[in-house]
């Protein structure tokens, strides 16, 4: 594992492993002008010692896991996504904890994803398969795996614990709308930030992060550039390059934003000088369907973007539209997400391909006669 800190004027790296009798190692290098150069060196002595102790599949797959993670994914992810590789490699430690990869095929594999998909939802056990996945493929790509084993294996979760994608349907959208617009109150922007997700479907960290030099209110655009970190309490990148991108807004919603205008570079600065929390915004909006007696015990902040696509959804607006106004890379994360919201919708759908059918239906019986 490698650990990079500036020293003074310089970056250092320490690189500490084991070898295969199990005694503990550490590298140490400095004099590095800048932490990429650092990164670079840690990343690539750490691909050396994964080579030489890959090279026999004696290593156990956790630690595979791990350390395919520190020497590829860990100087570019974001916290949150860290988290999200910390967590499976636990679930590994936790079910396979002495399955070397040597003794990794399909069917152990397939025994570990039906034990862990016993008591968890669809969502979590799908994004620990596709981390482990991207190992196994990089594994073989540099020779430490012969096979992939996790091809062809079969998903296994808890149905009851897998959740919809919840939102609120046209009516609920009203109320709350309508509410958070007469209780506003320019000193406290959580209802303003509540306003914005459902009327542009942001992620709650792009909402928090948003500049007033990113709105442009003479072509009506909100562009999107970087993420707010309420760990850090300062910005972030994107979740990825596609989430970069500009999108239209109404007026109003310009008009009320510009209610919060003051002497700070961020939109949603409250009295106290702050960004609220995503905790703050969601007591704000529990506070808000309670006294509307929206009863929605799942619904949250980033919620908010999920009806949004659900309005835009039944509006008839067309899914790719829908995937440049999110953000999404492709068109597929979006259908894959919002598969069963989009199948309710189907029936709207079909009833406006029927109408644009029945324009090509002759509209005398002519044709019929003819054929008699």
């Known amino acids: 594992m490698a650990s990079i ?8 790296v320490r690189v500490s492993y084991n070898d295969q009798a199990g005694k ?75 399955l070397k990869i040597e003794d990794m095929d399909r069917y152990t594999y397939q025994k570990f994803i039906k034990e862990y998909g016993k008591t968890h939802a669809k969502s979590t056990v799908s994004k620990m398969n596709s981390l482990y ?16 084993f996790v091809a062809g294996t079969n998903m296994v979760f808890n149905r009851a614990n897998t959740r919809k994608v919840d939102y609120l349907n046209i009516d609920e959208l009203t109320k709350l709308s309508n509410y958070l ?3 506003r109150n320019h000193n406290f922007t959580s209802k303003y930030m509540i306003l914005t997700a459902l009327l542009t479907g942001m992620r709650p960290g792009e909402i928090g992060g ?25 910005f972030e990148p994107l979740k990825n390059e596609s989430s970069h ?31 609220p929390t995503s ?25 908010c973007r999920h009806s949004h696509v659900a309005y835009l959804l039944s509006k008839g607006i067309d899914l790719y539209a829908i995937s440049k106004r999110l953000g999404h ?33 002759p509209k005398d019986d002519s044709y019929v006669k003819d054929k008699i």
């Open 5 to 12: 800190k500036k020293r003074g004027t310089v970056w250092q």
């Open 279 to 303: 905790a703050a915004v969601n007591k704000v909006l529990r506070q808000s369907l309670n006294v509307l007696g929206i009863k929605r015990r799942g619904f949250h902040f980033h919620s």
């Open 24 to 98: 503990r190692h550490t590298l140490n290098k400095s004099g590095f002008r800048t932490k990429r150069e650092a990164e670079l060196f840690a990343t690539e002595t750490q691909s050396v010692i994964n080579k030489d102790e890959l090279t026999d599949g004696s290593i156990l797959f956790a630690k595979y896991f791990w350390e395919w993670f520190t020497a590829y994914k860990e100087s570019s992810v974001r916290d949150r996504t860290r988290a999200t590789y910390v967590q499976a490699y636990n679930v590994l430690e936790k079910y396979i904890p002495t």
């Open 181 to 183: 617009f007469k209780t």
């Open 210 to 234: 948003l500049k007033w030099k990113d709105i442009n209110f003479n072509f009506k655009t909100i562009t999107i550039s970087q993420s707010w970190n309420e760990q850090t309490k300062d």
């Open 329 to 361: 890379s492709d068109i597929g994360i979006t259908s894959k997400i919002y598969s069963y919201m989009i199948d309710e919708y189907k029936a709207v759908t079909d009833e406006k391909i029927v109408t644009a059918l029945d324009s090509l239906i």
């Open 133 to 148: 996945h991207a190992s196994v493929k990089d594994g073989i790509y540099d020779g430490f795996i012969k096979k992939d």
């Open 245 to 275: 991108r500009t999108i239209r807004v109404d007026e109003w919603l310009l008009e009320l934003l510009s209610e919060l205008k003051n002497n700070h570079k961020l939109v949603f600065v409250n009295q106290y000088g702050t960004i």
